[in-house]
């Protein structure tokens, strides 16, 4: 019989091999699928884990632009609230007042966006000037391009996978400042001197730089265009402040005689105290108008006026600023021009309106829908319509000679139309003032928007 080197039989030794193999291995069997289930588990927690981050991230955006959307409605409501014509802060309770509006249009803004499919749990509206925080009793300072600041955190984000190493749930949390800036005020506080606005939609009505409650004064002053009847009074007086004041509006072009600086015996335009109105020069429109209505489409001039003119620039203090007055037809006529397009504009009859019923002190409070309003039902309280509009202020420097004269623009009236005749008389109430003065030049920083009190979001410094 064949023998092994160690004395054993072939065959013995080959069988015990055999035994012994597998059971040497054996310790070896299922290591691989020990290491891919260890693998799996932690590819599975980085997945859970970036799912989580990817929505914490998202809820980060989400509160960021709920915050920037209640700080620039906020800011907006301190703009049309006209506050900020009263920069020495002689009505201390309007301001009180357009704040505690402020407040509330914050959160009803940040109660439309949600933040990780729910609402933020903590709004905190704050109001700042220079990034110093104030209470709307702060005295003058703050009248100057005042700011608010909104906070809004979502808390007890849901957890889709992380809960299991923390079942709190995590926050998300965003800040934005925004400011209502009236460049009326800015001369005192920019370093460059005053910052122009450049608004947007401007109606082609140019009227004369003074103000109908006294024709001596001047709506602002040339130099620094600051704002020379300051204060709110809802009256429609005009006196005590330029805010709340009402007048109608009288074309300089009467009724058969379309030439505004011939033969008439009021030019250059005045204003008449005794029965408040002033006369306006419809301008010189050049190119065609955006978001026009159906009803105000015959003529360049009625587009600009029932639509949104976008391409007429009216810059500030610049000697003729691409601004002329436009003499060559008659929109007093009846019928005509204005009253036609301004009618579709304001949806007459049946406009928007202003509540004077109302012991509000604020005329933001005061508007309501009017039964052709688009939007609303009629009588709603409403912060926004097509009567409030804005129109550019010229220096009076004499008489509008010749054909299409230039003149030089310094500032802008935000008023709300309440009405407009047959003849395009329109009447209208004063929201907002914004001056730059005639001396401001091209070089001059700029700020653009709709409104001749913009609003912006800031980074507080």
């Known amino acids: 019989m064949e023998t092994s080197p160690g004395g054993l039989s072939y065959e013995v030794a080959q069988m015990l091999r055999c035994w012994q193999s597998p059971d040497v291995r054996h310790g070896e069997r299922g290591v691989t699928i020990v290491f891919v289930a260890l693998a799996m588990v ?3 927690a980085i997945a859970a884990l970036s799912i989580d981050v990817i929505v914490l991230y998202l809820a980060k955006e989400e509160a960021q632009r709920s915050a920037d959307a209640a700080a ?13 014509g009263d920069p020495q802060y002689n009505d201390v309770s309007s301001w009180q007042e357009a704040c505690n509006q402020a407040r509330l249009v914050a959160q009803a803004m940040v109660n439309q966006n949600t933040i990780g499919r729910g609402l933020a749990n903590v709004v905190t509206v704050t109001f700042l000037y220079n990034g110093a925080a104030t209470d709307c009793t702060g005295g003058a300072a703050f009248a ?25 749930g995590n926050s998300a949390s965003a800040t934005a400042t925004a400011e209502a800036f009236n460049p009326s005020n800015s001369g005192s506080i920019a370093p460059n001197g005053i910052i122009t606005v450049s608004p947007k939609c401007v109606k082609p009505w140019i ?12 709506f602002v002053g040339l130099l620094d265009g600051s704002i020379q009847n300051k204060g709110i009074q809802l009256d429609g007086s005009g006196i005590g402040g330029v805010i709340g004041e009402t007048f109608t509006l009288v074309s300089d072009c009467r009724t058969g005689n379309p030439n505004c600086s011939g033969g008439l015996t009021d030019n250059p335009p005045t204003a ?17 108008a955006g978001a026009v209505p159906s009803c105000a489409v015959a003529t360049d001039y009625q587009q600009a006026t029932g639509g949104c003119d976008q391409s007429t620039v009216y810059a500030c203090g610049v000697v003729g600023g691409g601004v002329q007055a436009d003499l060559t037809f008659d929109p007093g006529k009846p019928n005509g021009e204005t009253s036609t397009a301004t009618q579709c504009l304001i949806h007459q009859p049946g406009q928007d309106w202003l509540d004077s019923a109302s012991s ?28 409030i509009v804005s129109l550019p202020i010229y220096d009076t420097p004499g008489q509008l000679l010749g054909s299409n004269p230039p003149v030089t623009i310094v500032g802008f009236l935000q008023v709300f139309i309440n009405n407009v005749d047959s003849n395009g008389n329109v009447n ?34």
């Open 428 to 461: 209208v109430t004063v929201l907002n003032v914004a001056g730059c003065s005639n001396t401001a030049t091209t070089s001059t920083p700029t700020v653009s928007g709709t409104s001749p009190v913009p609003v912006r979001l800031i980074t507080p410094q």
């Open 272 to 288: 008449n105290s005794a029965t408040h109105t002033l006369d306006y020069v419809p301008a010189l429109v050049a190119g065609t």
């Open 207 to 218: 009227v004369p730089n003074q103000d109908p409650s006294n024709p001596a004064n001047k």
């Open 72 to 84: 620039l409605a906020a800011a907006r409501v301190l703009s049309l609230s006209g506050v900020t």
């Open 144 to 168: 100057v391009n005042p700011q608010v600041k909104v906070d809004v955190t979502r808390q007890a984000l849901p957890n889709y996978f992380s809960r299991i190493w923390n079942r709190t």
């Open 42 to 44: 932690a590819i599975l």
């Open 360 to 387: 509000a002190r604020l005329l933001l409070e005061r508007m309501r829908a009017g039964p052709n309003n688009p939007a609303v039902t009629s009588g709603t309280s409403i912060t926004s319509s097509n009567s």
